[in-house]
């Protein structure tokens, strides 16, 4: 028997493209599951920014998953408002980030735009503070590159958007 607690974990093993770490569900974009049959769901889904170019991806991710499950028909709902935030990562998702030597959002917006302060972010691999960012922009337009000033290693930031 189907129900939206099997299709939630199911979606657990729909990778994020990007950071191939997150599942969609670590990463927050998967908003609700209904199950309409026993082989046909509806999921509604939050891209990380309107026009992210790999929602397209993603859904084909989510369908191959569940089409192996046996769910045959697949009903996509994209909801723009409220608009995706960091804060609806999970928190084994921002511990996955940590362990594959990426830094997940600190509780802080950007203002260095406004203020000139770059978010006091810890280094992921010797957990120091004592970090500077080198650049606005990591590995993807999502990150910021920073440098531990103690072990001098790089590292990508995902950014706290809100």
């Keep these: 028997m189907v129900n939206e607690t099997t299709?939630?974990?199911y979606l657990e093993e729909v990778p994020d493209p990007e950071v191939p770490v997150l599942s969609v569900i670590d990463l927050g974009i998967v908003?609700?599951?209904?199950?309409?049959?026993e082989t046909e769901v509806e999921v509604t889904i939050t891209p990380t920014y309107s026009g992210?170019?790999?929602m397209n991806y993603i859904e084909k991710n989510i369908l191959e998953v569940l089409h192996e499950k046996g769910i045959e028909t697949v009903r996509f709902h994209t909801v723009l408002s409220p608009a995706w935030t960091t804060d609806w990562?999970?928190?084994a998702g921002k511990e996955k980030l940590l362990a594959y030597?990426?830094?997940p959002p600190v509780n802080e917006a950007d203002k260095l735009?406004?203020?000139g302060d770059a978010p006091?972010?810890?280094c992921p691999q010797c957990g120091s503070e004592n970090t500077k960012m080198l650049s606005q922009f990591g590995s993807t337009a999502c990150k910021a590159l920073y440098q531990c000033n103690d072990c001098l290693e790089p590292f990508d930031y995902f950014k706290c958007l809100r």
Aim: include cysteine; proline fraction near 4%; charged fraction near 15%.
């Design 7 to 9: 299709i939630w974990n």
């Design 31 to 37: 908003r609700a599951v209904k199950v309409l049959s």
């Design 52 to 54: 992210c170019p790999a």
């Design 89 to 91: 990562m999970s928190e």
């Design 101 to 103: 030597g990426i830094a």
């Design 113 to 115: 735009i406004l203020f």
């Design 120 to 122: 006091v972010v810890k």
